[in-house]
């Protein structure tokens, strides 16, 4: 199941929000230093917060609004996914158990855990900006995440191609729910979850059906499922992570990132497939100057991609550098 076209337009969706990603979560000052995703023990979180846990309503029209866009738009996400994906051949009801070594090497579970993630925090800004409480909120979009995923997984079921995946399933779960538990524990607040992504040499290319070894060669045709060109990454915050002696060394917009990828995955032969893993810097655009409404709504979006950093590849093939990682 590839159903990733909803991240492009999860994240364009949260330009509109009025307040800031970051805002979903509970701020502190810690170690003497502001950090909006940590939290003083007996702290007052109406006070700590950027904004109240409960804004001001506009009212209940603005409410409705929200409500119906967000039916519309996961109704519309599903059945543009019907021809795509949805088109071959019909089987009974079958479950799998693709948990490792499986056909894609575990990238498209990455792809379903990322993508919740995305579409609950959309979800919940737009609530936000209806007059919804934070965490109300964030249960609101965790619960359309997955209703929505939930649909696409019982319509994977009764074809042939797919099957209902319970390890995709399973990663819907957690991914619905990750900014759930950056809510209820903040110090994860201080880890996301990225993509990067760049064409392969295997979208929309049929030329490598020669390559010596392959078989089953199927071209990736769209870029939401060209898998050897994503790569997904845990962000961390550095400057929490470091002592006190070392922090005002390390800038507090640059972040240490792990990332996950793999490759020669388009074809049946498994043994020529392999994992790549990246250790590399990333930048924490929330950080980065700008107050207004609209500046932080703009960088709470953007931080959910890893844009060009240095990088160390680490994998079957040996180490590379990069001097820049998309």
């Not at 603005?62 to 967000?70: D, E, H, M």
């Not at 392969?200 to 089953?216: I, K, L, V």
Request: positive net charge.
């Amino acid at each position: 199941m590839k159903p990733y076209k909803i991240c492009v337009m999860l994240l364009l969706l949260g330009i509109l929000h009025l307040p800031a990603q970051d805002s979903l979560n509970t701020g502190a000052a810690l170690a003497g230093r502001q950090h909006p995703l940590a939290i003083r023990k007996n702290a007052d979180i109406s006070k700590t917060s950027r904004y109240p846990m409960k804004p001001a309503k506009p009212g209940r029209q603005r409410l409705y609004l929200v409500s119906g866009f967000t039916g519309l738009a996961m109704t519309g996400i599903y059945i543009a996914h019907i021809k795509p994906w949805w088109s071959g051949e019909k089987q009974g009801f079958r479950v799998k158990f693709d948990w490792v070594n499986n056909y894609w090497l575990e990238v498209d579970k990455f792809g379903h855990f990322y993508a919740n993630i995305q579409a609950t925090r959309a979800t919940a800004s737009l609530f936000r900006y209806a007059g919804v409480d934070r965490r109300k909120s964030l249960w609101i979009g965790a619960t359309n995440s997955l209703l929505l995923y939930t649909a696409f997984e019982l319509t994977d079921a009764g074809f042939a191609d797919w099957g209902f995946s319970v390890p995709d399933y399973v990663a819907n779960v957690l991914g619905a729910g990750y900014p759930l538990l950056q809510e209820y524990w903040p110090v994860l607040g201080h880890f996301q979850f990225k993509i990067s992504y760049f064409p392969s040499r295997y979208y929309q290319n049929e030329r490598y059906a020669t390559t010596p070894g392959f078989f089953d060669y199927m071209a990736y045709e769209y870029p939401v499922g060209d898998y050897d060109g994503m790569t997904f990454w845990l962000s961390a915050d550095t400057d929490w992570l470091l002592p006190a002696s070392l922090k005002p060394y390390w800038p507090d917009w640059l972040n240490l990132a792990l990332g996950y990828g793999a490759r020669d995955l388009p074809q049946g032969n498994m043994e020529l497939k392999y994992r790549t893993w990246y250790l590399g810097l990333d930048y924490n655009l929330e950080k980065l100057p700008g107050d207004t409404p609209f500046l932080k709504s703009l960088k709470s979006v953007l931080n959910a991609i890893h844009f060009p950093a240095p990088a160390i590849r680490i994998g079957e093939n040996g180490q590379v550098f990069y001097l820049l990682k998309l």
